[in-house]
């Protein structure tokens, strides 16, 4: 089968995948799946996968190289292990992106991204970028009937980060309440969707291409501002003194900076992009009594909520295709912001 494989890491991303011919996965024990790839989310942990940003945590020699990566995965059943009940081959498939043992306490108490002995496929594990790939049944959701693997592969992971950050912000959205959303990219944009369905607040998209702006607009922000170096005076002024919670999906090039500033006293920041560093007075922390805290990948749970939001059309994902063949174009259009919502490859 066709994959696509990385074989280096590198800081500044000079590295392209390689599309090779290696041999398809295969059945290894009882509930093992194989998937028949329709689409794969690109998603910029992938960037930073390649940049080497996971590389001390999951592969710190580079032993784990070559791998196929992609772990947004939406497919067919291809072939199925002995003990499996839940599906059978030609079903239409989502595949939450953490393959959990299901025995573990926090597997236990329903925290799928918590498992003591998770693996993620795609880093470090073959993943979805390629013809077939392997998981679990426990990965697996069936998708509703109309509902194609092409249309939804990007929130295996993309989807349920966002909605697992929105569902955290709707708590504390009681109507004349603001939250503001940095960055309505492939995530940002599901997180409006979302908060649009399930809070009472005033949502305000901010983002600095105009695409971006165009669509934020299009999904129903209530405002749309493009974070200018006035960007604090104008929540500040909009909100009455900031924003309830703020929901930073950047978390680099000096937005993780900003991002707390935004805050109205009592007010809460949900970290989702990654990659800065983030610099806050204590002094801030205790007058303001403002919380800061990451969020991560949604669980199994939040994935079938989120199929079934998709199911009943109130949240989409905007994307644009990419066949596998050309998936270094596909990286290299998402490293220069060519593109809004998410790419997705297609074998």
């Not at 009882?30 to 940003?53: Q, Y």
């Not at 500040?236 to 993780?256: C, R």
């Amino acid at each position: 089968m066709k994959a696509a494989r990385l074989y280096d890491y590198d800081p500044e991303m000079n590295v392209t995948l390689r599309i090779e011919d290696i041999p398809a996965p295969t059945i290894d024990s009882p509930n093992d799946v194989i998937v028949k790839v329709g689409a794969a989310g690109l998603c910029r942990t992938d960037l930073h996968i390649i940049e080497g940003v996971w590389k001390d945590i999951m592969d710190g020699d580079g032993a784990l190289l070559p791998y196929t990566m992609g772990h947004e995965n939406a497919g067919w059943v291809e072939d199925v292990g002995s003990a499996v009940t839940s599906v059978k081959p030609g079903d239409a498939v989502i595949c939450h992106p953490l393959r959990s043992c299901g025995i573990c306490l926090s597997c236990r108490y329903g925290h799928d991204m918590y498992c003591e002995h998770g693996q993620f496929p795609g880093l470090g594990l073959d993943g979805g970028f390629a013809e077939y790939f392997k998981t679990s049944e426990r990965t697996l959701i069936k998708l509703n009937t109309g509902i194609m693997p092409l249309d939804v592969a990007p929130m295996a992971d993309a989807g349920i980060t966002a909605y697992r950050a929105a569902k955290r912000a709707a708590k504390l959205l009681h109507p004349g309440t603001s939250c503001v959303i940095l960055g309505v990219g492939g995530l940002g944009h599901i997180a409006l969707q979302c908060l649009k369905h399930i809070c009472g607040g005033q949502i305000i998209a901010v983002d600095r291409e105009p695409g971006a702006q165009v669509l934020a607009r299009e999904l129903g922000a209530d405002a749309v501002l493009d974070g200018g170096p006035n960007l604090i005076e104008e929540i500040k002024d909009m909100t009455g003194g900031g924003a309830q919670v703020v929901i930073d999906f950047v978390g680099e090039l000096g937005v993780e900076n900003i991002c707390w500033k935004l805050l109205r006293q009592g007010g809460e920041l949900i970290v989702v992009g990654y990659g800065g560093t983030i610099e806050i007075p204590t002094l801030e922390l205790v007058v303001n009594e403002i919380k800061i805290g990451g969020s991560l990948v949604g669980d199994y749970i939040e994935l079938v909520e989120l199929m079934e939001m998709n199911a009943d059309g109130k949240v989409k994902m905007h994307q644009t295709e990419y066949k596998l063949a050309n998936i270094n174009e596909a990286i290299d259009d998402f490293k220069n912001r060519r593109f809004t919502g998410r790419g997705v490859i297609v074998p």
